[in-house]
């Protein structure tokens, strides 16, 4: 079994930055990738981006230039950081892991996000 604990969301302007982070613990040896996925009200939930193991990373069109993961291997912790947020990425965040992509088998309960004047 693998836990997440998301951390870090809340109010953020249009045009300002949050960083949200993904804790996991348990049996995380054999976890392949970390991903963060998004959900606003009355939408599908969507990935926003990827990291594997060894450090390759994957965006969604719409966060790329704008977003970065990144993941501290010695806290067992993944990273979102966002950048020139838009009223369009407020959404519940999830932070997920997966065994073998593109499935993922472990979810964090979600932290909202919201870009708003």
């Known amino acids: 079994q693998v836990q997440l604990v998301e951390s870090g969301g809340g109010l953020v302007q249009p045009g300002g930055s949050l960083r949200l982070s993904c804790a996991a613990s348990g049996t995380i040896f054999s976890i392949y990738a970390m991903g963060w996925y998004h959900q606003a009200p009355g939408k599908q939930r969507e990935l926003v981006a990827t990291?594997?193991?060894?450090?390759?990373?994957n965006y969604a069109d719409s966060v790329k230039g704008r977003f970065t993961i990144s993941r501290d291997n010695a806290k067992n912790t993944v990273y979102l950081q966002m950048n020139s947020l838009k009223p369009e990425d407020t959404a519940v965040y999830y932070c997920?892991?997966?065994?073998?992509?593109?499935?993922?088998?472990?979810w964090g309960q979600g932290t909202q996000v919201t870009v708003s004047s």
């Open positions: 997920a892991a997966a065994y073998h992509l593109p499935r993922y088998d472990y």
């Open positions: 990291i594997t193991r060894g450090g390759s990373t």
